[in-house]
């Protein structure tokens, strides 16, 4: 047991083929530890196993290893009429602001990990927003004024999912 989470292990001498790459709904996980030996490996059960709703395959690099690179987030540019936390959090999910200031009255909004109830907190290139119910962005670029009545143009970048979302 990891935390409340049970994994299971398998693991695959040197030498022997890999197995077939996981189903579509699969997350992978890679794990690079040179203190993460077969004993613990074996006694963490990490191969195949489920992580919430998600099916996860954890394979085991060795140390000195370079790690594959994650992909390159979503960019979805919108604009809003000042870089409030409603208006943002309403422009990325779709919503109306009063619907996206109710969210975050409720608790559901994060601003860099940490909860905000405040609906005009101002937010800032680089900040994480997430919405639980919703996802998380973070906000790469804020390009300033448009040519349209002084509103804002804002870059944000969503993580890369290729799995579909549960409906």
């Not at 085991?60 to 690179?69: F, N, R, S």
């Not at 604009?79 to 975050?104: G, K, M, Q, Y």
């Not at 409720?106 to 996802?135: F, H, I, M, Y």
């Amino acid at each position: 047991r990891v935390g409340r989470w049970t994994v299971n292990v398998e693991l695959v001498p040197a030498g022997e083929d890999l197995p077939a790459p996981p189903p579509p709904r699969v997350k992978t996980v890679t794990v690079a530890s040179p203190r993460l030996d077969a004993v613990i490996a074996a006694a963490f059960n990490l191969s195949r196993s489920r992580v919430g709703r998600w099916t996860v395959n954890v394979e085991l690099v060795p140390a000195g290893e370079d790690l594959p690179a994650p992909p390159p987030p979503r960019v979805k540019t919108v604009t809003v009429a000042s870089p409030r936390l409603d208006a943002v959090i309403a422009a990325a999910f779709n919503l109306s602001r009063s619907r996206a200031a109710e969210f975050i009255r409720q608790g559901r909004v994060s601003l860099n990990w940490r909860p905000e109830t405040g609906p005009d907190a101002q937010v800032k290139t680089g900040d994480t927003l997430s919405c639980r119910g919703q996802g998380r962005f973070m906000l790469l670029e804020n390009s300033g004024p448009t040519h349209r009545r002084g509103r804002q143009r804002l870059h944000l970048g969503f993580p890369a999912d290729p799995a579909p979302k549960n409906s």
